[in-house]
């Protein structure tokens, strides 16, 4: 009903904006007075964490995309190797898992049966499974040794958008709980990065501030046929779910690639003002920053309309870019949060221009019941 959707035209709209408080209720009660990860509800002994030698995430759709953002922050700051599959491809690859194995599956629903399948082989083979999980006593958090609820509250929109956000930082906080157990010893980074943490709903708060220039955006774009989203390290899976909300709500062709993996041949669908929207890492602190700048300057010479993320105070760009949205400066790990949040929004507001159903999507369901 219209009062349940808070005044906004879709829950997903609603989802959007809610973001900064769903990112803060991730992080409440879950740090002492001296800033030392409690995590309480991880139920599996200290000991056993520090015999952990590798990790696998499982997931699918959106939540798979936080699992591949986690990847990069989990391995920076365990240096346990960590891999990411889709759910539905798991158990049948016959996986390398033993009891030293860490399975960490993400669904916000906890009830989507290729994610159930998996972590039931998983713990066959004895590894340890945490569930990261927005509905409380939903069957795989019940069906795992332990699980990191993300509090984001019901999401009702098919299109995750809360949800992946919360996901991308109960991942880190598992991370940065890992290291702390395991004693890692770059405990000045692992403060920075805490105490990042705690200013980023502020910093998506100001991304949703400035969304009259999205909406725009939209407007411009919604009878263009074709999207591309480009990015490198935390960047690509960003991309990649960037294009799948394009996907899912608006119905358009749209792809996410690896920056800088363009050249070794999907540069060839490059046209005449196909719109490419590429996130670019934090200058001066980031080694491929100036490589992105290089894809962006490629794809504009093949005739690209380059719509580039960028943070504040950031000029490299401005020659290459047809578009510049700016975020608050954010370490390259923390910078995921961010990006997405246009990319949500703009998926939303072509759907809704071109008069889609944004709740409830053609051929698609809110959890996958079967396999
Ligand atoms: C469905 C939804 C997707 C979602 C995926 C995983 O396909 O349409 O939006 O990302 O399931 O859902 P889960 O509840 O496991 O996160």
């Given at each position: 009903t219209a009062a349940e959707k808070g005044g906004f035209d879709w829950f997903m709209r609603k989802e959007i904006y809610e973001q900064p408080q769903a990112v803060a209720d991730t992080l409440?009660?879950?740090?002492d007075a001296e800033g030392k990860?409690?995590?309480?509800?991880?139920?599996?002994?200290p000991e056993e964490l520090r015999r952990i030698n590798k990790i696998v995430i499982v997931a699918c759709g959106t939540a798979y995309h936080a699992g591949l953002v986690a990847k990069y922050a989990i391995e920076h700051w365990t240096r346990i190797p960590c891999e990411v599959d889709i759910a539905s491809e798991f158990r049948y690859r016959d996986p390398i898992i033993d009891p030293n194995t860490l399975v960490v599956t993400i669904s916000q629903?906890?009830?989507t049966a290729d994610t159930l399948m998996a972590i039931r082989h998983a713990r066959e083979q004895h590894a340890k499974v945490i569930a990261i999980c927005?509905?409380?006593?939903?069957t795989i958090p019940r069906e795992s040794d332990a699980v990191i609820y993300t509090?984001?509250?019901?999401?009702?929109?098919?299109?995750?958008t809360k949800g992946y956000l919360t996901q991308v930082v109960a991942c880190y906080l598992l991370g940065l709980y890992l290291a702390q157990v395991r004693g890692m010893k770059y405990g000045d980074e692992i403060k920075a990065i805490t105490d990042e943490l705690q200013k980023m709903p502020a910093a998506i708060q100001t991304m949703l501030d400035n969304d009259q220039q999205i909406l725009d955006l939209s407007k411009d774009l919604m009878d263009d046929r074709s999207f591309f989203f480009l990015g490198r390290h935390v960047g690509y899976p960003s991309a990649l779910e960037g294009a799948l909300k394009l996907k899912e709500i608006a119905y358009k062709h749209a792809e996410g690639f690896p920056a800088g993996e363009?050249?070794?041949?999907?540069?060839?669908?490059?046209?005449?003002?196909i719109p490419v929207f590429v996130m670019v890492p934090p200058q001066g602190r980031d080694q491929l920053h100036d490589k992105v700048v290089s894809n962006i300057q490629e794809v504009r010479a093949r005739g690209a309309k380059t719509i580039v993320l960028v943070e504040e105070?950031?000029?490299?760009?401005n020659p290459y870019a047809d578009v510049i949205i700016r975020h608050p400066k954010a370490s390259t790990l923390l910078q995921p949060l961010l990006a997405i949040v246009p990319l949500q929004l703009f998926a939303c507001e072509v759907a809704t221009l071109l008069g889609n159903d944004v709740d409830q999507p053609r051929n698609l369901a809110k959890s996958v019941t079967v396999e």
């Open positions: 409440l009660g879950r740090y990860l409690t995590l309480d509800e991880i139920r599996i002994s629903s906890g009830e927005n509905v409380n006593g939903a509090h984001a509250g019901p999401e009702r929109g098919v299109a995750s363009l050249k070794h041949g999907s540069i060839a669908l490059i046209e005449q003002d105070g950031d000029d490299s760009v």
